[in-house]
């Protein structure tokens, strides 16, 4: 990139700033933070987001978007590991790599991916494994997220397996390896390059050059990018262009050491006692958002007030979204939707009350799986180092007046 | 229903780039706190990627920052060479976005 080309107009993104100041011991966890600010500055074919930096871009969406079980493409939030994303690909030249233990190497081009595969449509929640990082204390290493690293889209694209098998998998086989066009400044730099153990291949894992009906957002990995349903997003390789197959898992930083938690029951530690024995966050658990109304929104007394948000889990599919007006005693179901985006998608869902009494009224929202798991209070979260896969109870506090 | 039926077709077949010509992300100034070692960890950390990233970790502790620094070092290659520079910008990211704990 040209950094002459830049917009070089220095503003103060009011959204990111240092957080973390907070004196809680270890295994307090709290809500994440949630009151951060949108940048006065909009990233390309993006609507101004919460932005957290510019190289490499890390943009998160706002609770507000949170009412659909699909996400908006110019609302979607960003993380990028590289800082050097290419910022023109020419979808005419633009190509896969298939190679390593394959009976013939390939190159597949996004016409033919497009004209020459069974094309399939899959709606499924993209969600980073650090969302509301900031609800442990003490700080977590890493982006300091509120709610909205994550999003929901239609995918539309070509199934791994298919062009897998149009190379031809050799027996010995048993890692599947996939690399972007994102680059670090330096060349001694490792790539961003993640792996997916071969048994774990299924139908649903797709090569997605579509998104909600428009060809992918550069920023969200144009022109193709892998989509893993059910598990978090640090596998979902944007602009991808390579795939390599080996025998035996490659010595990668980013799948020895980063997006990993505690093997243990709890998938908890403290920090005076990390866990060496660890496991990556793979599928992610179940969650709730409200995303109407927000803190501070100022509803009527004695006036119906609709609260809208979406719920979602690894893909055993979400059974009941229960509200509490109460602090948590008492639980009424909320209205799902007909559940047609499928088991990977957002369940929207809407919970119709009445305020009684002027002042501050506190909404919390829980969703359960049917797998029977429920999402936690916030404080009952156990604390890993990573700050990953954070599910606890939303809430969201409202004036009535 | 004729305008209708169009909609959907146009949407149907929208297989072509909406960005012709690519993107240019912008410049975001995320401003550095003021401090002892403040432009040689600037040259040594903006190098590769904005300020952001940086102090979005969130306030650390003098430990995390080390392992910070040793990380960029080691897995990233970022080319700090010295103990001196290394002790630079420990102590500045600690001073400036520290939580007050050795580790």
Not at chain 1, 143 to 150: D, K, V
Not at chain 1, 193 to 205: A, C, P, S
Not at chain 1, 328 to 345: I, N, P, R, V
Not at chain 2, 81 to 92: A, F, G, L, M, R
Request: hydrophobic share 35%; aromatic share 10%; net charge positive.
């Amino acid at each position: 990139m040209e950094r002459r080309d830049f917009f070089k107009k220095a503003i103060v993104t009011a959204g990111a700033v240092a957080t973390g100041t907070s004196t809680l011991e270890a295994d307090e966890t709290v809500h994440p933070i949630d009151n951060r600010k949108v940048s006065d500055i909009a990233f390309p074919e993006k609507r101004p987001l919460i932005t957290y930096s510019d190289r490499p871009p890390l943009l998160e969406t706002p609770r507000e978007v949170f009412t659909s079980a699909l996400t908006p493409n110019d609302l979607f939030f960003v993380r990028w590991h590289m800082p050097m994303i290419p910022n023109y690909i020419n979808p005419n030249t633009f190509s896969i790599s298939i190679n390593g233990l394959v009976e013939k190497e390939i190159k597949v081009s996004l016409k033919e991916l497009k004209t020459e595969f069974k094309q399939v449509e899959l709606t499924a929640v993209l969600q980073c494994g650090g969302n509301s990082r900031t609800a442990f204390k003490p700080t977590a290493g890493g982006i300091q997220w509120g709610i909205g690293a994550m999003g929901c889209a239609r995918w539309k694209g070509v199934r791994l397996k298919d062009v897998l098998k149009k190379a031809g998998l050799k027996k010995e086989a048993a890692w599947i390896g996939f690399n972007g066009e994102d680059k670090a400044v330096y060349n001694e730099t490792a790539n961003f390059v993640r792996e997916l153990k071969l048994e774990h291949l299924n139908d649903n894992i797709i090569l997605a050059y579509e998104m909600n009906g428009e060809d992918l957002p550069y920023l969200n990995g144009y022109p193709l990018r892998l989509i893993i349903p059910g598990n978090y997003s640090d596998s979902w390789i944007k602009m991808i262009s390579n795939i390599t197959a080996t025998k035996e898992k490659q010595k990668l930083h980013f799948m020895e050491k980063a997006y990993r938690i505690p093997d243990n029951e709890c998938e908890c530690e403290t920090p005076k006692n990390l866990v060496k024995k660890t496991k990556p966050i793979e599928e992610m658990n179940v969650n709730s958002i409200i995303g109407y109304p927000v803190t501070g929104t100022k509803v009527r007394n004695a006036s119906p007030l609709v609260v809208r948000g979406v719920a979602f889990d690894g893909g055993h599919g979400i059974k009941k979204v229960q509200i509490s007006i109460d602090g948590g005693k008492m639980w009424e179901d909320a209205l799902l939707d007909d559940g047609s985006e499928g088991k990977y998608a957002y369940r929207a869902f809407t919970y119709t009350c009445k305020p009684k009494n002027s002042g501050k009224l506190t909404i919390m929202c829980k969703a359960t799986n049917e797998k029977g798991e429920e999402q936690p209070f916030a404080k009952d979260i156990k604390w890993n180092h990573g700050g990953y896969k954070y599910n606890g109870i939303d809430e969201v506090t409202v004036e009535v007046v | 229903m004729k305008k209708l039926l169009f909609v959907v077709l146009f949407m149907s077949t929208t297989l072509f780039a909406q960005v012709n010509g690519g993107i240019t992300v912008p410049y975001i100034d995320f401003p550095m706190k003021e401090g002892k070692g403040m432009y040689s960890t600037r040259g040594k950390c903006n190098m590769c990627h904005s300020w952001g990233y940086t102090l979005n970790q969130g306030l650390q502790s003098k430990k995390f920052w080390r392992e910070k620094v040793m990380k960029m070092i080691v897995v990233f290659k970022a080319p700090i060479k010295t103990q001196e520079d290394i002790d630079t910008v420990v102590n500045y990211l600690f001073e400036n976005y520290g939580n007050g704990k050795l580790e």
